[in-house]
Each structure stands twice: as C-alpha cells, then as structure tokens.
C-alpha cells in the first residue's frame, strides 16, 4: 500500500496558475499508476489527469487539456498537477490516486485505484 498526501490547493482568480503536489510514501511510488481527480460540490467525482510510470505517457479529461500538465519526479515520490488558466469551474475538492495495476482502457475509472490521498481544495474566483 501507498499513502498519499495531497497539496498546493489554495484560492486562485480567474486565469491564474496553481500546482498541486501529491506526494508518496509506503511503497516503491515509481512502479504506480497515478491518477487525479476532482469533486465539484454537488457533484460526482471526475477524472482530471493521469500519468504512467513515466512522464511520456499522459492522459487528460477534455476540459482541461492545454490547461493542466502531470509530471512526476520518481526519485522524490512526488506526482504534480501544473494548473494554469484556471476558470471558476475549475473549482473542487482535487485527489491524487494511485495503482499498481491500472487497465490503460480505465485510466479514468476511479475503481482502478485502490490508494488515495484526502483532498486538497482548489476555489478559483471569478
């Protein structure tokens, strides 16, 4: 098992920029499949972005494409999500989750990740 500790949330205007960090410990962090995802109040919880093992593959939900960026930096456990040009629909609860073994066809499937972290929120006013 992984624990996972979200941060970097925070309240932003419009058009600003934020980077989330999620950062592992308990298990070898290179070898997961890391996910994010975000829940709006009153909303369900969405997938955001996703990263392999390595930065080269990356997966992003449409609205947030050219906005978000993942990287990972193995060697510091530590998984980032790059937001820049927030808008206020941006605004949510964002978790950081991670897996092992992640079907790449369920990248954005929250039931492929077993580990999750608390929550960072993110509030972007307008």
């Known amino acids: 098992q992984v624990h996972l500790v979200e941060s970097g949330g925070g309240l932003v205007q419009a058009g600003g920029s934020l980077r989330l960090s999620c950062a592992a410990s308990?298990?070898?962090?290179?070898?997961?499949?890391v996910g994010w995802f975000r829940q709006a109040p009153g909303k369900e919880r969405e997938f955001v972005a996703s990263i392999r093992r390595t930065t080269a593959y990356t997966y992003y939900a449409d609205s947030v494409k050219e906005r978000f960026t993942v990287t990972r930096d193995n060697a510091k456990n530590t998984v980032y999500l790059q937001m820049n040009s927030l808008k206020p629909e941006d605004t949510a609860v964002y978790y950081c989750?991670?897996?092992?073994?992640?079907?790449?066809?369920?990248?954005?499937?929250?039931?492929?990740?077993?580990?999750w972290g608390q929550g960072t929120q993110v509030t972007v006013s307008s």
């Open positions: 989750a991670a897996d092992r073994l992640v079907d790449p066809s369920r990248i954005n499937y929250e039931d492929e990740y077993q580990n």
């Open positions: 308990g298990a070898t962090f290179s070898t997961y499949f």
